[in-house]
T-cell receptor
Framework: EPEVTQTPSHQVTQMGQEVILRCVPI?????FYWYRQILGQKVEFLVS????????KSEIFDDQFSVERPDGSNFTLKIRSTKLEDSAMYFC?????????????FGSGTRLTVV | GEDVEQSLFLSVREGDSSVINCTYT??????LYWYKQEPGAGLQLLTY?????DMKQDQRLTVLLNKKDKHLSLRIADTQTGDSAIYFC?????????????FGTGTLLAVQP
């Protein structure tokens, strides 16, 4: 069964550093998403991406964050100048179409720890 | 704004039925989902229901939707130890400007042997 692949599974970074979280969505999917889950809290929407541009973003997704699809297969989330409160599990997801009811396929997540 | 709420914890004995409850606020929610998260793993879609349905059954899983009360439940029949996980309710407004999922807090299901 096709799956969304995320790397690395765990990343530790020092406060103030930049990190790039990588995702390989399912190959025929057109919509891509990032969500995050701070420990003990809800899974929160960050951003959706379609046709090489951001289609929607939450208020969490400020100038510190950016997304890119650099080569037609990868989908990355860059976090500049990381803060302690950026520590969370980050999930990538993809969907074939916007309006399919069966939801998205999520990756296994990258646990980001900012120290 | 939209909100989805769930109870935090449920403990059942193996073989019993589990019922996980969820309430949501967005009356325009069109698709409602149940996701399962096992330790260290991602979010696995278990089942979903479209808002014009009251019930959906899929093997051991039964989803009930009460649109009037904005209440969704997931019943797992003959619960097994392998069902121990966190279960997330999520909703999405199909056809609106947004395509995002709104998740609940998750319910930790502990199955006792």
């Amino acid at each position: 069964e096709p799956e969304v692949t995320q790397t690395p599974s765990h990343q530790v970074t020092q406060m103030g550093q930049e990190v790039i979280l990588r995702c390989v969505p399912i190959s025929n999917h057109l919509y891509f998403y990032w969500y995050r889950q701070i420990l003990g809290q809800k899974v929160e929407f960050l951003v959706s991406f379609y046709n090489n541009e951001i289609s929607e973003k939450s208020e969490i997704f400020d100038d510190q964050f950016s997304v890119e699809r650099p080569d037609g297969s990868n989908f990355t989330l860059k976090i500049r100048s990381t803060k302690l409160e950026d520590s969370a599990m980050y999930f990538c997801a993809s969907s074939e179409r916007r309006d399919r009811g069966y939801g998205y396929t999520f990756g296994s997540g990258t646990r980001l720890t900012v120290v | 704004g939209e909100d989805v709420e769930q109870s935090l914890f449920l403990s059942v004995r193996e073989g019993d039925s589990s019922v996980i409850n969820c309430t949501y606020t967005d009356s325009s929610s069109t698709y409602l989902y149940w996701y399962k998260q096992e330790p260290g793993a991602g979010l696995q879609l278990l089942t979903y229901i479209f808002s014009n349905m009251d019930m959906k059954q899929d093997q051991r899983l039964t989803v009930l939707l009460n649109k009037k009360d904005k209440h969704l439940s997931l019943r797992i029949a003959d619960t097994q130890t392998g069902d121990s996980a966190i279960y997330f309710c999520a909703e999405r407004n199909y056809g609106g400007a947004t395509n995002k999922l709104i998740f609940g807090t998750g319910t930790l299901l502990a199955v006792q042997p």
